[in-house]
């Protein structure tokens, strides 16, 4: 078996980001897909990496995974690592690993080791909808909790990001995060996202006045690059803390394991390297009791897919991210959609990956640029 073709799909679904799709073909008929992780001003630098990508992987046998993942940081990137580069490896290793599991007649976690269970927890992430206020973040969760979701993520810090805010932004995050407890009741897990924006002063205080809402988590308090400032952070709080959603192969993460840094790592399979380095990092972080929570701001189609491959295989998994306000495209552009019932997926166990996309309704969604970031406005208010 032979890779004939490498094709990518950059489209629109009309909010949050651009998406990007992986379509990889073979002599023999049989195709894989795979999604890679974009941003929104830093999509097109990632189908610039596919495009290279494939002159190296045309010719080559697609379930050859791991050797065309070391060439690709020996040979192609030269020791050189960057989240465009693993976003668009990773999307072709998913097409790679769903082409090997269609060819031997079995979905991927089987070939990963077997399931560990059966269906996968989600929480709802993207609902907030630039929510304003705390009479408003409440009323949109409860709608969250009315669609069936037992557990949901949100920023409660008000715009824009800024390392050093006032006391002011630190109440109005204590507030939100209280406003959102009241509405749903203590029934549901609240995962509290903070985007590694703040220096280590307001994510202690922030996050020890939030300590009676009883959170599920506290996401990137600060920046992983300082892993010491974030082992602090994490010994000063009495909250579950997680990081890991832009550290990018096994190599980045080994730190974090090392000063016991977060009780929770939230790789993204859509930019950490793909399914086989997500396995990998997740089987690294056993013996340090840490658990594993997948970073899904990626479609609810095939990165979901690759997601659940791997949450179905691992013993330490935990719960994993389903952004609602994608979900209407995912279901259109989807052959078979995934769904959703009270805050769980089921594991797919047909062959490959677990999903088909549609090339016409792909075709229906063309690329297109966000509005630029205003650079007038970070001037006026400050770095």
């Not at 990508?53 to 697609?62: H, M, Q, S, V």
């Not at 973040?137 to 409660?156: I, N, R, S, W, Y």
């Not at 959170?215 to 602090?232: G, M, R």
């Not at 909250?239 to 939230?266: C, H, M, S, W």
Request: charged letters at 25%; one cysteine or more.
């Amino acid at each position: 078996m032979q890779v004939t073709d490498v094709k990518h799909f950059l489209t629109h679904p009309g909010r949050g980001k651009n998406l990007c799709f992986v379509k990889v073909e073979t002599d023999e008929g049989i195709h894989g897909w795979g999604e890679s992780y974009t941003q929104a001003d830093r999509d097109l630098q990632v189908v610039a990496h596919i495009d290279q990508l494939k002159r190296y992987l045309i010719g080559r046998d697609p379930r050859n995974i791991k050797h065309f993942m070391q060439m690709v940081y020996d040979d192609f990137a030269g020791r050189r690592g960057a989240m465009d580069l693993w976003c668009a490896v990773s999307g072709i290793e998913h097409a790679m690993w769903d082409i090997t599991a269609k060819k031997a007649g079995m979905p991927v976690h089987m070939l990963l080791g077997g399931a560990c269970r059966s269906k996968i927890r989600v929480y709802a992430n993207g609902w907030g909808g630039g929510s304003q206020g705390p009479e408003a973040l409440a009323e949109k969760a409860q709608q969250v909790v009315e669609m069936g979701f037992t557990a949901m993520k949100f920023d409660p810090i008000p715009g824009p990001w800024r390392t050093y805010v006032s006391k002011d932004v630190e109440d109005a995050a204590i507030e939100n995060v209280r406003a959102v407890r009241e509405a749903v009741g203590w029934d549901v897990d609240l995962l509290i996202e903070m985007h590694r924006r703040l220096a280590p002063m307001h994510a202690r205080r922030i996050g020890r006045e939030i300590e009676r809402y009883r959170p599920f988590w506290y996401e990137e308090p600060i920046l992983a690059e300082n892993v010491d400032a974030l082992a602090a952070v994490k010994r000063d709080i009495n909250l579950p803390v997680v990081t890991g959603e832009e550290l990018y192969t096994k190599f980045e993460f080994r730190e974090i394991f090392e000063k016991q840094a977060a009780d929770i790592i939230n790789p993204d399979v859509c930019n950490v390297g793909g399914i086989l380095e997500l396995k990998e990092i997740a089987a690294m972080a056993e013996p340090y009791f840490v658990v594993v929570s997948p970073h899904n701001f990626n479609s609810t189609t095939v990165g979901l897919a690759a997601t659940m491959q791997v949450s179905a295989a691992i013993p330490n998994f935990l719960i994993t991210e389903y952004f609602v306000n994608l979900e209407e495209f995912g279901e259109d552009i989807a052959i078979n959609p995934f769904k959703v019932e009270d805050g769980y997926i089921d594991v797919p166990d047909q062959p490959g990956i677990g999903i088909e996309l549609d090339e016409d309704k792909l075709a229906a969604y063309p690329y297109r640029p966000f509005d630029a970031r205003s650079p007038r406005q970070y001037h006026e208010e400050g770095p």
